[in-house]
C-alpha cells in the first residue's frame, strides 16, 4: 500500500485495518481498469469518455489519498479537453506507472 495512502485511510477510518484494504484493494483494482479504458478512450478518439475517465480516476485518487495520481487525472482531463492527444498519451503512460505500484 501506498504512504500517502496507508496515512490517509488511517486517518479516516481510525486505523480499522479491514475497512482500509478493503477500500484500497477497490482504489487500486478501479485505477488500474480505469487507466485501460482511457487508453481506448483515448484510441478512438471519444474525448468525452476519457474526460469523465479521467474525472473517476482523480476523485477515486483523492478518495484515498493518493494525490500524486489525482494530480495526473487532472492534467488528463485538462488535455482531454483541448483534444491533446500526444499529452493525453503522455498522461495515461504516467498513470500506467501510478497504477503498477498500487
Not at 485511510?9 to 484494504?21: H, K, M, P, R, V
Request: hydrophobic fraction near 45%; charge should be negative.
Amino acid at each position: 500500500m501506498k504512504e500517502c495512502c496507508a496515512t490517509y485511510l488511517n486517518e479516516q477510518f481510525g486505523g480499522d485495518a479491514d475497512i482500509i484494504n478493503e477500500i484500497y484493494a477497490e482504489y487500486a483494482s478501479s485505477a488500474k481498469a480505469k487507466t485501460g479504458e482511457a487508453e481506448a478512450a483515448l484510441a478512438a478518439g471519444d474525448w468525452d469518455a476519457l474526460d469523465k475517465i479521467a474525472h473517476t480516476v482523480k476523485g477515486n485518487a483523492l478518495a484515498a489519498g493518493d494525490s500524486e495520481t489525482a494530480e495526473a487525472g487532472i492534467a488528463l482531463r485538462q488535455a482531454a479537453k483541448l483534444h491533446d492527444a500526444g499529452e493525453s498519451g503522455r498522461l495515461i503512460a504516467r498513470l500506467k506507472d501510478l497504477t503498477a505500484a498500487l
